[in-house]
Each structure stands twice: as structure tokens, then as C-alpha cells.
């Protein structure tokens, strides 16, 4: 799903409002209209705009200047406090090599002559500062260490949150919710709102939205499609016509007869495509067919459009006069059934996000997002010494780095603040790079680089192109890829292609290597691979990264970053490195599962947690293994009473209740035979299970399976596999390799997929507009915002290229597939048409661009006085494990009072599992049931999900005949009355329906939880 914070994002930056209310007066309005950007009081000589190139030293920059604001004195004497001055970045890390080289600097500064000199030639300082200046300034920065604001954007957002919670909905204690949290309260908002009458509304809504039946997996389709996009239409109104309105209109059946009378008797011109197209006529008028349906034949499609040639020859005018009235309609219906999907979005958008809010506050977690939602509803008409006195600390200086990939409502935030800063002469620097936002899809407008000029009248500009990081070769072959771009040949039927490089480019200057950079030999590759479809262009692309990994890592040549534009191609490269015995690890690291050790530890975790995991129990006790957890007596497979498995399981429960989870399963893992079996990489796998459980443990434990589904989603990074790194280009983001393997680039240039919805926010007129296709856009009017979109498409795909291009230190290898029929333009036919690579040829490599390393002194660093200072031998105190009772569930004491299933329903398939499941979700629909009426067809129709991959009418008779158990054997069940003649006397009678309980019970002296749940 692609997001769009505004559909204005290049339009004058007057449609921007400040939302904090500062000096006493406001600086905006909330209020729509236009109005341009107010100036500030006071123009400010201290503000800078830094454009950084990949690896030009931004980070130097964004030190040097921090350090320069601490270290000039201020006009009433002394200095300027640490805590007032404000740097922000998108990423910890970021953030924590900020603070990391500000600190080093200013305390090597301290002894080191060279230190000082470079303080002295920032831009901007007044003089070389002394070595009195530079201690002082680092005394104040220790003292104030904790108050020092150098963070990411989504820190400040959170303190204000923190701070102001209440007044927006957040409840008084709450945290910042984990991706697997995440996703589990979305399950749960997304199960909230299917669930009851509203469920039925939802999918009728998701009916007109989607224009058909909500197939399987509506949950996972409304989760993925409103986790992220409900925040942005948050507060917008819906008209409600999507409730009110009939679906897709048809032609009526008279219509439709003297249409396929026309056709029977028209004789078309004779050329290639009318016969084919007069059959789709013909075909379709056999009966009604929808109005919608019209445009999809070409030439109504071209009377609709008012064009008069189809196919080389001129529509006939008895064909235009029989067509043209119900085209007319076509087209209203059209305008029509968009509006409803609007409508529908909107209403959608609302349900969702009103469940999941209540998921999150009823959890005390919230994601990132909701969290700067919550900040700016905060900020809006807050007066700023209110918000300054909740931050604990002003700010009287701003550095904001990566600000390409600020989104315009993150803007509204600091718009004032920057205000305020210039108008009392505080200083203010913005870092960013318009070649470098490859985060549109989560609303950052790279045109507030130049829209922020505005805000800051008589800002000096800055272009640092001087690379640091990469070889002459990698530059030289950065620089061809981009070369007078907008006049490509491949852009000669695609003029908006044309002017999106043209604007991409604007700031573009040639990269030089630094000197330092420039001492590294670099190469440059292009491998093209053939294929005659997407599928074999993949296959073939994947094989070639693989074996050129594997030659890399022959030649242990530093550091391998393999980065795709996407995820579809990782798995199977991180596979194939495995099979070739190469360790790898994926963005963030991998799950633990990637160890064989580990997968078998789970199943006997899963098994103990349900002691009928057959697939657990079978892994364990084959695997070869079973000596080491103690039940190599247990057969893999159950029989008869099965009592040895039932005391082993619950042995083990026991001891995990006692000991604690880290603890056994440390135990398993050190045990020799363990040792002996696995391989390195399961034994420092393990070793990082043992650490995840101890952090489950201090977390207060829980059930089993909840530890498990953490560790299967949960990536851990994988120390052993430093030296290959497979991600995406976004996530290498911010990170070098010595060399690089980019790949992936064949497909479209949208960012979206084929059944992705793109939709856009017109603050303007207050609602949401889904983006129709190409074909579409005429008739709705949108073909300017849509070819403005396209524009916008293709240059966050220029800077996805450039970045992953920017990664490589020395060498870099380009792998793409080979021309082909019919192939949609894409980055690799880009770089295959700017490097130089001859079309005629579908396979073959070519050299780029090659680079010998030149001399380079590298300056001798000052050696740091010695200082004994104070150390102690520290060691831990011996922990001793908590008392837990031992859990169990309520499956561990089956025995008696059962009754099987097929006593009471017959069962006639193989498909036992799919049918109780079916069985199961119908029966716990009821509350209570009279036996009179059957629930049969309500069943069937509200729960199209459970049947999927079975006829209708095997259902429908299954859904029958368990409604007619309900009037026989099954009715004692439900009959309200009848519970209340067997309890006579009870005031109030409740059912509980799929139920949580956990209770401490007491047998043989010894307690226990006893945790599970309800069916009914």
C-alpha cells in the first residue's frame, strides 16, 4: 500500500501551517487557504543548508558545527548551554555516531593541535579555539550528559507524548510496541472488527472498496492495507455512501438484446483488430454485462473517449450512434463506483483505527507512528514554554539531518521551532541529500529541501560532493549512471519520465574522491543474465549473485553487502549462500530458526507447551537426539495410554518452572553429545537462544508458544556472518561495504505492486483520493496527479539506484537481466543503456570502470596521555532462579468425560481438521440457541474464509446438518431455558465464549497454575 501525505507536495510551501504558538503569537493556521510563508522577525546569518552526497562527511559536518555553536561565546558572556541545542537524525545509530564523534573530537581537541586546526576551518567558526576552550566546553557536556538532546525524530516525538499523553487518549503508562507486539494487536483490532454486526458491515464496505467479495484472509488484507494508511486519513469524513448506494450497475436486459442485434449485423472495417474486438462484443451481450465492463473493449473505449479512428480506420458512424449513449453511461458509472471506493476507504480506514487504538491503549503499546500522531495532535496550538518546560530544557539551536526524509507533517512540528530559533539568532543547520529520500512511501517530501529556504531567509547553501568512502572507479561509474539523464532515449515517448530526471538532477555534481578515498583500487561490473520472462530473469539474476558471492568470500576480501531493491529475492539468495556453506545474514539479522539446533529445541518447547504437537513430538524424539532432553525411551509416534510422554512432559514443565527457561536450556546445549552433532553456527546460535529466554524469563515468562512465536519472529544478528550482509537497499541505508553486489533491478519503476492500492490526501479539499490506472485517469479527470505521481515514482527509484550504487568503498557489481519482449522500462534497462551496454547482446559482462589506488600519507595521530584513572575487578552476584508454580494446561488432563466428535456429527472426510475447525468457529457464534430456525446459511454466507479450497455445498450440507444437531443432541447446549431450570436460583446467567482463564490449584501439597481457555 503506498501512502502519500499530501497531494500538494510540490506545490508552494504556504500550504504549510505552524502548529506550536510561540512569542505569544501564532505562527499558523489550522485554517485551509493559501496565504504565503510568513518570514521571520529577524533574518538569521547563522542558517545553513547543507546538501551531502553519498559518503561526503555529513557527520563531520553535523559534529563540527555542533562543536562551533558550544565553543563561540555568547554576546551577554560565557557560553551556550549544551542541553539548548537540538540535533535530530532518522536512526539511533545515526544518532549515537553523532554524540560519539562529537565527544571524541571535542576531548582529543583537549591534547591534539590537528583537532583543534580542523574545529577552526568548520564553516563558519570565528578562530581556532584553545585548549582551555576545548576542556571546558567538554567539562560542561559530561556534566549535562543526560540532558543532552541528540536523538532521532521518533525520541522527541515520544517525550512529547510522554509528557502530554493524557490530554490525547495515551493512558498514564505506556510503552513502545515491538514489531511482533505490533502485529498481534493488529490481529486482535483486525478480529475485533470482523467479529459481531459490524463484521458484516466491514465486508460489505471492503466490497465496495476492493469492487468484489472480500476473498481469504480479510484479516491479513485489512491489517495490510490500514495498519499504516489509518493514521493518515485519521479525522477524515466519510459521505456514507458506500451503505446507501447499489453496487456495479448492468445494462438493462432490452439494451443489451438490441446490442447484440447491432452487432450480428454490423460489418466492421476490414483491419487486424475489429473482428477480435466485435467477438468481445458479441461475448459479452450474451447476457447483461456490467456498464464498467464497456471500457475495457477498445474502440468504446475510444468513442467514450470522443476519438473517431480505431485501428488505422475511422469508427463507422452507425457503430458511434449505437454505442456512444450507453458509453455515456459507462463513464457516469465509472465516476460513480470510484466515489463509492473513496467512500468505503475512508469508512474502513475509520473502523480499523478506531479498533487498534483501543488495542493499544488496552495493551499500554504503541508503534512509532501512533506515537508521532499523538505528538503532533500535542503540538497544535501548544505555546511553546508550556512545550519547552515538558522537554525539560529549551532549544535555542537546531541541527536536523536527513531532513529528505522529513515527511510534511513531521515538518508542521519543527516549522515553528525554526522560527523562533532564527528569529533570536540562534543557529540552525539542515542536512540533506534530494538524491537520497527513498522514503516517499512513508510520506518524506525531499522538495522541503528547497521549500525550507523559505523559512529561512538569507540561508547559505552548501554542496558537499567530495566522497570519503568511495574509489575513482565506483564514482566514475555513479557519475555515467546519472549523465544527462533527462535526455535519454529511453525517454523519448515518456516525457514525464524526462522532466522527473531533470529535477532529480538539478543539484547533481560530479563526485570526486577524497584523497584518502582515492588511495583504494576500485572496479566496477556489469553482469547482464538472460531470460525470456520475469520468473527466468529472476532465477537467473539470483544464480549469478550467488556465484559471485562465493567468489568474494574465496578471495576474503573485506566486507560483502548484497543489496536488492526488494525482499523477493533475498530468501533465495540467503539459501543459496547456505548451501554453499557461506554465512550470511539478512537485514537486522536472521530469526534463530536458521539454526537446524534451534528448530529442534522449539519443537520440544511447542510439545510441551501442547502435549498433542504431534509434529513436535515426532522431530524430537527421530532427530537423533533424544538422549540429550531426557526421553529417548518415548517413541516418536503416540500409542496406547502414552503415560511415559505424559510424566515426561510434565517433568519438564516442572523443572522450567523452577529453574527457569534459560537454565534448562543451557543445560541442553552444553551437554557433549550436543556439542559433538552440531556445527559452529548451532552453537553460537543456541548460545543466543539461551539469551532470548533469559531475557523471556526476567520479562516474567509466560506460556511456551509465546516464547516460541518470539524466537521464529524475532531477528537476531548473526556475529560469524559480519563479512556478508544480504538486505535491501533500504536498509543498507547509512552502512559501506568494501564491495557490493546490486541486484533486483528488472522490475517496474512503481514502488507499488499490481493489486496495491495508492492513495493520496488533498488537504485542501479535506478528503482522501484513490489513484485510478492510466486507462482510468482520462475519464476521471486525474491525469495530471497521476502523471505527477509517476514522476514522483521514478525519482524515489533513481535515488533507491543511486543509494544502493553509493554503498561500495572499492568494488561494485551490478548483476540485471538482458533485454526481452515486452520488458516495462526498469533500473537495469537504465543502467544498461547509460553504461554503454550494446541491446543486441543478452548476455555477457562489461567493465565499467577500473581504478588503481594512489598514494596517500595518512596524517599521524597524536597519542592520548596516559591516565591510570580508577578500575576495580567487578563481578556478578550468583543469582538464585525465582519460585514459579508449574504450569499447565488444561489438554494435560484429558482423560475422562470425553466425548468424540463423531458421536455426534458424522464424519465422512478425510479433512477431519479443516471440518472441526469450520465446526468449531460456527458453534462458538452462539450465545444462546432455542433450537428453533436453522443458523445454517448465515453461517456459511459471514464465513467465506473457513471454507476456502471445499465446495459450497459440501459446506452448506455440513453447516446443515450441525444446525439440526442443534434442535437434537447438541440443544441442552444452548437452550437458555434449560440452563436455567437445571439452576434454579440464579440471579444472572453469562456464557463465556473462547475465554482466557489461569487459576492456582493445590493437589498433594503441591501448587500449580492451571492456564487455558474456554471453548464455551
Known sequence: MERYWRAGSGTDFGNIHGVVRTGGHSTGDRGGGGGGVKKTAKTSVSSTLISASAGSGKTYQLAGRFLRVLLEPESGGGRVDPTTVLATTFTRAAAGEILSRVLGWVARAVFDPEKRKQLGEISGAGKEPTVAECAEVLEKMTERMHRLQIGTMDGIFAKVARSFGPTVGLPPVWTIALPEQAARLAESAADELLAGGEGAEVKKAWRKFKGKAPALGLRAQLMETFEEMRIDLRGLPSDGSWATEAGPKRISE???????????????????????????????????????????????????LGEKNFDKAEIPSEFGQTFVPVMKEAVRELIRSHR????????????????????????????FREVEAAALEIATGLDSDELY?????????????????????????FDPVLRETTAKGGHVLVVGDRKQSIYGWRGSDPRLLKDVEEVLPGVKRELLSESFRSSRAVLAAVDRAFAQLEGSALFSKKPVYAQAAAEW??????????????????????????????????AAVREQVIERAKAHVDQEKGSLGI???????????????????????????????????????????????????????????AGGLAEVFGCEQISAKPAGEDGEAWEFLKKLRREIADRGLAEVVSGWVTETKWRKVCTAHDQMRCGQLVESARAFDEGGGGRLAEFVGRVRTERVENPRAAQV????????????????????????????????????????????????SESEAEFLGMVDLVEKVKGEEFMEALSVLYVGLTRARRDLEVVVGGSRKRENLNLGEILRNQWGWPENETEGELEVANSKAEKYDAPTKVAVPSDPGVAEKVGTAPRKPEARLELESPSAREGGGKVRLSHVIAQNSGRALDRGTRVHAWLSRIEWHDGKGSEAKRWVEESPELWWGVEEAEVKREALEVSQQLKKGLRWVFDEKDWKTRWSGVVKLEVWREKSFAVVWERDGEKGVLAGTFDR
Open 505 to 538: 538532477r538539478e543539484d547533481y555534481q560530479e563526485h570526486k574522491s577524497s584523497p584518502q578515498a582515492a588511495s583504494q583500487a576500485g572496479k566496477v561490473v556489469l553482469y547482464v543474465r538472460p531470460g525470456h520472462s520475469s520468473d527466468e530473469v529472476k
Open 254 to 304: 432490452q439494451t443489451t438484446r438490441q446490442l447484440a442485434h447491432f452487432i450480428r449485423q454490423f460489418a466492421p472495417p476490414r483491419t487486424k483488430n475489429w473482428p477480435s474486438n466485435l467477438s468481445k462484443i458479441q461475448r459479452m451481450m450474451e447476457s447483461p454485462p456490467l456498464l464498467l465492463n464497456l471500457l475495457e473493449i477498445t474502440p468504446l473505449k475510444k468513442l467514450a
Open 563 to 621: 543489496l536488492c531493491r526488494t525482499h523477493a529475492l533475498i530468501p533465495g539468495i540467503l539459501a543459496g549462500l547456505k548451501s554453499h556453506g557461506i554465512e550470511a545474514s539478512g537485514e537486522g539479522g536472521n530469526p534463530l530458526t536458521d539454526s537446524a539446533g534451534v528448530e529442534m529445541i522449539l519443537s520440544l518447547l511447542s510439545w510441551a507447551d501442547h502435549p498433542g504437537h504431534s509434529a513436535g513430538r515426532y522431530h524430537v524424539c
Open 340 to 367: 463509492l471506493r473513496e467512500s468505503a476507504l475512508v469508512a474502513l480506514a475509520e473502523k480499523y483505527d478506531r479498533a487498534r487504538g483501543a488495542a493499544s491503549y488496552r495493551s499500554g503499546s504503541y508503534t
Open 389 to 413: 518546560f515538558r522537554l525539560d530544557g529549551r532549544i535555542g539551536h537546531l541541527l536536523l539531518d536527513e531532513f529528505q526524509d522529513t515527511s510534511r507533517r513531521q515538518f508542521c512540528f
Open 725 to 772: 550482509r544480504v538486505m535491501t537497499v533500504h536498509g543498507a541505508k547509512g552502512l559501506e561495504f568494501d564491495r557490493v553486489i546490486l541486484a533486483d533491478l528488472d522490475r517496474g519503476l512503481s514502488a507499488g505492486g499490481r493489486d496495491q492500492v495508492k492513495v493520496r490526501v488533498l488537504p485542501e479539499e479535506n478528503r482522501a483520493v484513490i489513484l485510478p
